[in-house]
């Protein structure tokens, strides 16, 4: 079953071209990697398929509709969009950010409920965040933000997560912990499109992978036959070598 789809879609910041003629399907339970060099519109994608940039070109469909016939709370309900930048203008505790995430679901004067409230505190447990939500936001690292971020968008309970960098200021234990959840969101029958400056998140979450050359140009498909050392040295223009370890495949830059 699609659940999200791109057609022809085609993205430009300014006179640069970014992606031409994008077709992307998108179904259920599947995990896509998207990679590609700093600026290659990564981030200017997954604004695009939350309807929040608008494309020079083509059509982004949601569960078969086009998603800017769908009101801002319709597209929050299937879709979770957690952005690279985690900004909060106005004083909030980590129980309060999270909690945004059921806004889709209540009315302009509704409260959230006590179940809300379990929810979140699930989701912050499951980050290693159980005993942060008191904490005003603006207390916490950079690391810690990005966390109680994808709380946030794990709260939402959508069908489909889009996760810009959700692992960036993380230190290793909880990139893995992190890792963890997003395949427990998967045998969930969730779908994830994560945006990552690291190939080998791919081999522990992902089974497609959309790389992005920052010309027009991408590639798309199954992550085992997209993902591989020539391909990713025409991408970071590096060369990148390709090592193997029980049957693993790992991706390091050649010095």
């Known amino acids: 079953m699609s659940l999200l789809q791109t057609q022809n879609l085609s993205l430009k910041q300014g006179d640069r071209v970014l992606i031409t003629d994008l077709n992307l399907t998108i179904g259920a339970g599947e995990a896509w990697i998207v990679l590609g060099e700093n600026g290659c519109g990564k981030s200017t994608l997954l604004a695009s398929l939350a309807a929040w ?3 020079s ?22 879709m979770a969009w957690q952005v690279q930048q985690d900004e909060c203008p106005f004083p909030m505790t980590v129980l309060e950010k999270t909690l945004t995430g059921r806004h889709p679901y ?19 447990a499951r980050l290693d965040l159980a ?41 290793l234990r909880h990139q893995q912990q992190a ?6 969101e998967l045998q969930q ?15 522990q979450f992902a089974t497609h992978a959309l790389l992005l050359f920052g ?21 970071y223009h590096y060369p990148v070598f390709e090592m193997q370890q029980e049957g693993h495949r790992w991706f390091v830059p050649l010095s």
């Not at 890792?179 to 427990?184: A, D």
């Not at 027009?216 to 997209?226: H, I, K, M």
């Open 179 to 184: 890792l963890g959840v997003l395949r427990e």
């Open 106 to 124: 209540l009315s302009r004067w509704q409260w959230e409920s006590g179940a809300d409230v379990t929810l979140a505190q699930q989701q912050l």
């Open 131 to 171: 005993d942060f939500g008191a904490r005003d936001l603006a207390s916490l690292s950079g690391g810690e933000r990005r966390r109680v971020s994808l709380a946030t968008a794990l709260t939402q309970q959508a069908p489909l997560l889009l996760l810009d960098e959700p692992l960036s200021q993380l230190d």
């Open 57 to 78: 070109a083509g059509t982004v469909l949601l569960g078969g509709q086009a998603i800017t016939q769908l009101a801002p709370a319709q597209r929050a309900r299937v």
């Open 53 to 55: 940039f608008k494309p």
């Open 215 to 235: 010309n027009g140009q991408w590639r798309t498909g199954v992550l085992a036959d997209v993902l591989n050392a020539e391909m990713l040295s025409k991408l």
């Open 189 to 203: 029958g969730r779908s994830i499109v994560m945006v990552s400056h690291d190939p080998n998140h791919a081999r």
